[in-house]
């Protein structure tokens, strides 16, 4: 068994951290926390989604806040965009790296976008092919990849079919997702092989989220077939607002511990991960999920009472 040297983190925590808060956030605050997350080496940060306001209204703000955060050098924002006219309204605040995204369960697509499967495919064939003829990157999310909250079957072939007709259309990358946080090492283990066939491994990133405790080990079972691209959250930020009983991504802070203590590279710094995370739990106004971050800020108050 031999783990990846380097690992490159891909931070969810402005677009799918976000999107499932409540509360409206102000725009000065994701975009203070989109600068404090750019202050961390973290190279991969998708700043927010440029979806009909109507179905994400916490993100109707997409074209400001773009417009505002600092673009750090060396650091992408993608953002993710459902359609030709998310497209262009990315384009015009000046994106120059997308996401599209299907999902495996034909209900979940069907209640999240409103297509079929083989629509989203449609449309995304277009989006991608704009992008890449305006030299944009392009990711493809596969949602629901290891199960779908509405109980139909998802299986590892249809993932596949998938991943390689996105791939095929030109996505520089895809990301796997589960999206509701039920898979188990096994699934990750009969998937990748299947995926590897088709796509090359450095295009293939693992969106876990940790529902039920489960993504960590996911996570490892992944590195295990030497995946080196992870999705996750600072604080464990998150959910789909279309998927019951989501939460958040994998904690940032926790990948990275595991990764770090496991001597993995990353080029992120940890503590400046958990100043990003600390400034958005005081916006939110509630705990974050990430075990890694709770240890941290724990140790800090025996710290200050001791
Ligand atoms: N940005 C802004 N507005 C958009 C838009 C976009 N990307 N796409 C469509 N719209 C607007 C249309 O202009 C139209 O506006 P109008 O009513 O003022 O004319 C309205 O939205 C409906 O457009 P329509 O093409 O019929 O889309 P729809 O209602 O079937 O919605 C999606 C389809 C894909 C746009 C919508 O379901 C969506 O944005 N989903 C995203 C969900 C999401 O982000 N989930 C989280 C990710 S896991
Ligand atoms: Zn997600």
Redo the contacts with the bound molecule.
Sequence with gaps: MSLPKAVTIFEMGPR?GL?NECEIIATDDKVRYIDLLSETGLRWIEAT????????PQLADAAEVYARIRKAPGVRYPV????M??YE?ARAAGADAIAV?TAASEEFTRR????TIDQSLEIFRDVVAAAKRDGVWARGYI?TAFGSPFGDVVTPAMVARLAFELMEMGCDELSIGD?IGVAVPGQIDELIPLLLWRVPIESVAMHFHDTRGTALTNVYAALRHGIAKFDSSAGGLGG???APGATGNVGTEDVLYLLHQSGIETGVDLAKVRRASRFIAGVVGHGLTSKAFQAMEAADARAAVS
């Excluded at 989604?49 to 994400?56: E, K, L, M, Y």
């Excluded at 993710?80 to 359609?83: E, F, R």
């Excluded at 999240?112 to 297509?115: L, Q, R, S, T, Y």
């Design positions: 799918d999107q989604s440029f979806v009909s306001p109507q179905a994400i993710l965009v459902p359609n006219k998310g309204r995204f999240n976008i409103g297509m949602s999206t789909c607002p279309y």
